[in-house]
């Protein structure tokens, strides 16, 4: 409530003592916020990225989507990474856990990575698939209509049908797994 200010004024250090009690009783979803409290600077704290680190890292060991994508993200950002050195295997392990479990922006992501083939081989059988699953997650979180994602579709006039075909089979074929602290958008 004091992250949002719902009901009280918006508080970013109280709300970081709040998610600190929580995170250190192992709250997942409490280590994921707190995480974000020291990475993105707000009402003039200061980030401590490898800080963050750390929260995500609780909070990803268990199960927690959300924070795996960051913990991803934390690996792949240039410049050494986001408190951590730059790594791209790293990242791809946790994108793909978090992708493992429907998190939409991490089948997005992936998607993105294996389009341009930034870091890994470019591969876009696999990028078609993961932007036609994470299309498929944004219709059913949004209610919005097939499409809204249009990165497949893009991405799909550039293939042959046979490679589309691939594609949709994968996405058809990939089954995500539920885990303690599964996806939330």
């Known amino acids: 409530m004091y992250a949002d200010g719902k009901g009280v004024r918006e508080d970013w250090p109280l709300a970081r003592k709040w998610y600190r009690r929580a995170a250190e009783q192992g709250d997942a979803d409490a280590q994921c916020r707190l995480a974000d409290r020291y990475l993105f600077v707000m009402q003039g ?100 209509k097939p499409g809204v994602k249009i990165s497949a579709d893009e991405l799909g006039r550039t293939m042959t049908p046979g490679q589309r075909a691939e594609g949709e089979r994968r996405a058809r074929e990939f089954k995500p797994a539920k885990a303690p602290g599964a996806a939330r958008q």
């Open 45 to 144: 704290e200061k980030s401590d990225k490898p800080e963050a680190v750390k929260w995500y890292r609780k909070a990803a060991d268990q199960g927690h989507a959300e924070a795996q994508f960051a913990l991803g993200l934390c690996y792949e950002k240039e410049n050494g990474g986001w408190g951590v050195p730059r790594d791209m295997t790293e990242a791809m392990k946790w994108f793909h856990k978090s992708a493992a479990q429907g998190y939409e922006d991490a089948e997005n992501r992936l998607g993105i990575i294996y389009e341009v083939g930034a870091d890994v081989p470019e591969d876009k059988v696999e990028a078609y698939k993961w932007y036609r699953l994470a299309g498929a997650q944004h219709q059913v979180r949004s209610g919005e």
